[in-house]
């Protein structure tokens, strides 16, 4: 009687061997990039890049010796809605899968002991989202890399960390995943689906930044819409891109 190592086609082997190292490769370049902050001791902040920060501490730190979050930002603006401009937030313990998610990174920048290394694994995760969508859509593997490669390292992106704009790589490594769940939620609407869809939407929603979830909003908007009208022309399930623009619908609610 042959093996269960014999019976299993050892092409799936090479297949998912070569996407690992296609996600490994992609995790390299982007330490490469990182790696005079990541070993050398080297941030790309210098003291005047953040200075707006400092009005925050002292609102912070009153916060924690009162224990109460405060709704209201007096040190900026003449005073501003802290909680309702994704200013800052309070606890979020019952929020387990957002803690989850985000504690995988930082532990990561814990280790490294920077906070550069968290937002390279976001810039990480970013590209094997690219990577995944491209495989998805029936590309090759160079093509993959190249589209992730391309994604991560474009100016407009790879600035973000470089001029302070943390939260940004964190909102835009989610676009992908989106466009993912929402194509696997178009094939088939199943809970298991629309579970995949919500996970980063949650990551979204807790970058709290409202230009960035706008831009995505808008990018997946669009594309729901084209292939709306594609599939309405070509007469091939268009009820089903309905279907996934419902889930997103019901997915933002709950991440929200």
């Known amino acids: 009687m042959a093996s269960e190592a014999t ?17 490994g490769a992609i995790l390299v370049a982007v330490i490469a990039f990182f790696a005079d902050a990541l070993f050398g001791g080297k941030n790309f902040m ?24 405060p709704l209201w930002m007096p040190y900026i603006f003449g005073g501003m809605p802290s909680l309702a401009s994704f200013l800052a937030a309070g606890e979020r313990s019952w929020d387990v899968l957002g ?22 694994m976001w810039y990480t995760i970013y590209g094997w989202g690219v990577y995944t969508l491209m495989r998805v859509k029936g590309h090759t ?3 993959g890399v190249f589209s992730s490669l391309g994604a991560i ?15 940004k790589p964190v909102s835009m490594a989610t676009l992908p995943w ?14 298991a689906n629309l579970f995949l869809l919500i996970l980063p939407l949650i990551v979204l929603v807790t970058a709290t930044h409202p230009q960035m979830m706008f831009y995505i909003g808008c990018g997946t908007a669009l594309y729901l819409l084209v292939e709306l009208v594609t599939r309405i022309i070509t007469k091939q ?7 996934a623009g419902g889930g997103l619908a019901i997915a933002g609610v709950i991440a929200l």
């Open 178 to 191: 989106i466009l993912l769940a929402l194509e696997r939620l178009r094939e088939r609407f199943t809970l």
């Open 141 to 143: 593997r160079a093509i």
């Open 7 to 23: 019976k299993r086609p050892a092409g799936i082997n090479k297949e998912r061997y070569a996407d690992l190292a296609a996600y």
């Open 153 to 167: 390292f474009s100016t407009f992106v790879i600035v973000w960390i470089m001029i302070g704009h943390s939260t």
């Open 237 to 243: 399930g268009w009820i089903n891109v309905l279907k």
């Open 46 to 69: 210098s003291g005047g890049d953040n200075v707006a920060f400092y009005s925050f501490v002292p609102y912070l730190d009153a916060a924690k010796k009162s224990g109460e979050f």
């Open 99 to 120: 803690g989850l998610i985000f504690s995988i990174p930082r532990a990561i920048g814990d280790i490294f002991g920077n906070d550069t290394a968290r937002l390279a």
